[in-house]
């Protein structure tokens, strides 16, 4: 098989997550094969991933990530379309097109690498860094909460929920292929741990446990999505699928209304 990792000069951090979440992506890669996937990817470290990983890739501006994945998705629906986002990409700049191709249930599986930092531009506070969290912009700490990504996107039904660790390769690694395999938008927020910026890796492999039981109830998903207290620094970090559930997609009701291809809607709009 050809190597799915570019021979490119790595130039994450050594111990970085983004390492644990390329081979979990991989592995998904290998056995998927590579001319069925294209990977969309926005800016920051997670960015790199489009350098060393041998698929087809698109780089996007700064929070605009998933509405290019979308793009791509309605462009050629046979491909496996995944977003790689950083926290900042995606909760920051990008929270507007995040809600609402969550709510469309556009057919993309959506990886949000969270280290709780712009860590590319040098430790400035994102939507998910916690209280107290002394950055570049936040020198005194941080006063505002975190926001729970988990709780927002079931807030509006989206139709696949789950977060998994980089240091859990091989859970994170069956996630994305559930992702992947579900008919809809499928949110995955990853737990990436910045070795120069923000190192949670002790404090992660001391609180994150896997689920037994996925696919929750609306209900019973709410529930095990708040166990996290953000503002508890004991409180446990539940990782798996959350929710799953079946809804007509995005580009199946645009199906229904625009022709499959150029030459019919041009014949159509005569």
């Known amino acids: ?47 790199k991933m489009a350098d060393y990983l041998n698929v087809n890739s698109f780089y996007s501006l700064h929070g605009r990530a998933i509405p290019t994945a979308v793009g791509v998705k309605i462009g050629n629906e046979e491909l496996d379309v995944i977003c790689c986002a950083g926290d900042g990409d995606a909760y920051n700049e990008g929270i507007a ?10 057919n993309i599986t959506l990886i949000v690498h969270d280290n709780h930092a712009f860590a590319l531009t040098v430790k400035q506070a994102t939507s998910t860094s916690p209280r107290g969290f002394k950055g570049s912009t ?66 992660y492999n001391n609180r994150t446990y896997e689920m ?30 959350f929710y799953k559930k079946e809804k007509e997609t995005f580009e199946e009701q645009m199906g229904k209304i625009y022709p499959a291809n150029i030459e019919d809607l041009l014949e159509k709009n005569r």
């Open 1 to 47: 098989m050809e190597n799915i990792i570019l021979p490119t000069k790595n130039t994450w951090c050594p111990g970085c997550g983004n390492f644990g979440i390329q081979g979990a992506l991989k592995s998904v890669i290998e056995e998927r094969g590579k001319d069925k996937i294209a990977i969309v990817t926005g800016i920051g470290c997670h960015g």
């Open 97 to 106: 097109h995040l809600i609402h191709s969550a709510k469309r249930n556009s």
């Open 138 to 203: 936040t020198p005194e700490g941080s006063i505002e909460d975190p926001i729970n990504p988990l709780e927002m996107m079931l807030s509006i039904d989206t139709t696949f929920i789950a977060r998994g660790y980089s240091g859990k390769k091989e859970h994170l690694s069956n996630i994305i292929k559930e992702g992947i395999n579900h008919k809809g938008f499928s949110f995955i927020e990853v737990l990436q741990p910045c070795i120069a910026w923000h190192n949670t890796y002790a404090d």
């Open 212 to 241: 037994e039981e996925n696919f929750l109830s609306y209900e019973k998903a709410r529930e095990k999505i708040r166990e996290w207290d953000y503002s508890n620094n004991e409180s446990k970090i539940p990782l798996g699928i």
